[in-house]
């Protein structure tokens, strides 16, 4: 417990030279290693120390660093602290051993050795004790501190800074030895090297290695490096916000190792890798750990990798914490890592992919794992997937957006509309009718690979497949659908005339579907943004005739529009419009559409036994129940339907119904609207039934 007395009680009291003398004091004569011995430090300092040069070591304590150097022969070395005990230690210490050795009582922000008097500048720790925060008074001790060390150094000379690159301390030398025209290169210390006489820091350990260059007239080459523990070959960027960002993913990835060591048992962590060759901080992998408590560890199921196959991330079961809960259930492992491949970045086959992460991943592993354990690569049939991208643009109201074509469950391909700027969601979805077979002769494939050599076979879908209109791919669109059993005696539904309105239009499915299969509608559909209008035509089979109008405008101002006119003309209005500020808790709709006032707009355009139907996507549980209540108090009657393993809610509002339904009665007119629809020779598809769709279905 005494050595808890030698830190300081603030973070500022490392600047101070009073400070410093109690703690030599206290700690009398034994060493005290920040960040490492030299047997840690070796290899990232040895290649830019030679023995003839003069090295200068500031803030040098009592560590045995410049001990351990001038055995090894780099003997001009000069050592200063702003300690006047520490040094009086030091020479204490070496003057016999090691003659040569230079030991001075010097301020680093003042020194008085004349310019250009060194090779080297070598500091461990000494930056992070003055730097202590982001306050002025520390930027400035800082400015003075480098300013001091470039007067001192030669052009050519080095200064080697170790440090735990803190942001504040990091971002103040990157840039400030950058703007002077210097070169940085910043190396991190293996993390099987780097132990500290004092315990283990959770945060790895960085050299910094900024060079003096001779300014060249006219010259703006400037150069920013990163070698990491894993790569030899520096990666080089090109600016230094990009060379910080990506230290600091290095620093997070290493905390979630330490984490994953002290806690085994911890939730869901997740991380993500770049591509190494890239300074743009590009996502290649998104990895996510997950643990699995109920399993009984044993060597063969401590830990597996699971490959998502490429455009299926979204999938409930891949996308979501307790999708992946159950995945790793399935398969049976202890600790599962699920690996996300994404767009824009090219895989070549399970083979390759397992090459790639294999070092990496396996620094995820349980403790204990031996050391050569084989650790099983799992996907869906061995298959990385297929996403091909279509098509992108950005529209002025929705952003970066691209079309994709990915492989799904089964023989079935798909077709994708991603709103970039929240790339994690499906915007909208709808299945391809026109596939092509696969090329080449047909592989056994196996569930586990540990081999690889595991081969994908290449698939793929016609240059430009048809859109089967006969399927909603969407669970939630099927509910909508599905509440029109509310309406009115549904058995009539095929022959009454129906005016719909709705707001959203997307990829056009839902709209569409309305249009193919109750013939009798007539769909008025609103969207703000003229290029889904071009989206849902081009790419999802979306069609306008006198049946289907699409209104560009705001969902807002056309509802009040049609409000102020006074007229009840609606027998269906619909709320499938996404909101576009994703920090918001509510992301469908956008709070402005479940507002009292609006809503009584809304109400006033259907007709009195009309049906008012919302897709209410809302994480925000305080929120969530402010929209209910506000609906409530428009709509006497509120029937909500919940999506299974999605976020989706479908609420179904009415003003006037001539009684309370049960969920029996729902299901039973359900069944009826659908023996209804079923027409023969329609083509409806055959996977779901409108009753099974609405099981779930309550009343508020």
Not at 153 to 182: D, I, N, T
Not at 283 to 298: A, D, F, M
Not at 481 to 488: E, H
Not at 654 to 671: I, N, P, R, Y
């Amino acid at each position: 417990m005494a050595e808890l007395r030698l830190l300081p009680r603030r973070a500022k009291d490392f600047a101070s030279a009073d400070f410093w003398e109690r703690f030599f004091r206290e700690r009398g004569g034994r060493a005290f290693e920040w960040y490492g011995a030299w047997k840690s430090l070796r290899a990232p300092l040895g290649r830019y120390l030679r023995p003839q040069d003069s090295i200068l070591v500031v803030g040098c304590g009592n560590s045995e660093l410049s001990e351990e150097l001038y055995d090894e022969g780099y003997q001009d070395i000069t050592n200063v602290d702003i300690s006047e005990l520490v040094i009086k230690q030091m020479q204490e210490r070496s003057v016999h051993l090691r003659p040569k050795m230079t030991y001075m009582v010097m301020d680093v922000l003042q020194m008085d050795f004349p310019d250009g008097h060194f090779q080297v500048v070598l500091d461990k720790g000494t930056l992070d004790a003055l730097l202590t925060d982001a306050e002025e008074i520390s930027l400035r001790r800082a400015e003075r501190m480098f300013a001091e060390i470039g007067r001192v150094l030669r052009f050519g000379g080095r200064y080697l800074c170790v440090s735990l690159a803190q942001a504040h301390v990091l971002k103040a030398a990157v840039e400030h030895f950058y703007q002077q025209g210097w070169m940085v290169r910043i190396h991190q210390v293996s993390s099987n090297e780097t132990d500290t006489s004092e315990g283990e820091f959770a945060l790895p350990v960085f050299v910094y290695i900024m060079t003096k260059i001779k300014p060249v007239p006219g010259s703006t080459l400037c150069i920013l490096e990163l070698c990491t523990e894993e790569q030899h070959k520096p990666v080089r960027f090109s600016s230094t916000q990009h060379l910080i960002e990506a230290v600091e993913e290095r620093q997070q990835y290493c905390l979630l190792r330490s984490q994953l060591r002290r806690n085994p048992n911890a939730g869901t962590i997740c991380l993500d890798l770049c591509s190494k060759d890239t300074d743009t901080g590009q996502v290649r992998y998104s990895l996510h750990v997950v643990h699995n408590p109920t399993v009984k560890v044993s060597c063969d199921n401590q830990f597996a990798i699971f490959i998502i196959p490429q455009g299926r991330e979204n999938e409930w079961l891949f996308g979501t914490e307790e999708g992946r809960k159950q995945l790793a259930a399935s398969a049976g492992y202890w600790r599962l890592v699920t690996v996300a491949l994404h767009r824009d970045q090219q895989y070549e086959d399970m083979g390759t992919i397992q090459a790639e992460l294999s070092e990496k991943v396996m620094e995820l592993a349980p403790p204990g794992l031996p050391a050569h354990q084989q650790v099983p690569f799992l996907s869906v049939d061995g298959d990385i997937g297929t996403r091909t991208i279509r098509h992108r643009a950005t529209s002025s109201c929705s952003g970066e957006y691209i079309i994709e074509d990915v492989k799904g469950d089964g023989a079935h391909y798909f077709r994708h509309l991603i709103f970039l700027s929240n790339r994690n969601v499906v915007q909208s979805e709808a299945r391809l009718s026109s596939r092509t077979s696969h090329k080449g002769n047909k592989k056994h494939k196996k569930k586990k690979s540990t081999s690889s050599s595991s081969q994908v076979e290449p698939t793929g879908v016609s240059a430009n497949p048809s859109i089967d209109k006969t399927y909603l791919c969407c669970a939630h669109h099927r509910a909508m659908i599905a509440g029109l059993c509310l309406l009115k005696n549904p058995e009539c539904l095929p022959e009454t005339r129906i005016r719909v309105l709705v707001i959203g239009l997307g990829g056009g499915s839902l709209p569409l579907f309305i249009h193919d299969y109750f013939l009798q509608c007539c769909i008025d559909v609103v969207e703000i943004d003229p290029a889904m209008l071009e989206v849902a035509t081009h790419w999802f089979g979306f069609s306008q005739d006198d049946r289907l109008k699409v209104h560009i405008a705001d969902g807002l101002a056309y509802v009040a529009s049609l409000a102020t006119k006074a007229l009840s003309s609606y027998d269906v209005i619909m709320f499938d419009v996404d909101s576009k500020d994703s920090t918001l808790g509510m992301s469908c709709p956008p709070p402005a559409f479940v507002e009292k006032s609006f809503l009584q707009k809304t109400r006033s355009l259907l007709k009195m036994e009309g049906i008012f139907i919302l897709n209410l996507v809302c994480r925000d549980s305080v929120l969530r129940e402010a929209a209910l209540a506000t609906l409530k108090e428009t709509f006497p009657f509120l029937y909500a339907c919940k999506i299974e393993g999605e976020v989706n809610e479908i609420l179904f509002c009415q003003q006037q119904t001539k009684h309370k339904l049960s969920l029996m009665e729902v299901q039973e007119t359900a069944q009826i609207l659908e023996k209804a629809l079923r027409q023969p020779g329609w083509a409806w598809d055959s996977t779901y039934v409108l009753a099974d769709v609405l099981e779930t279905v309550r009343l508020v």
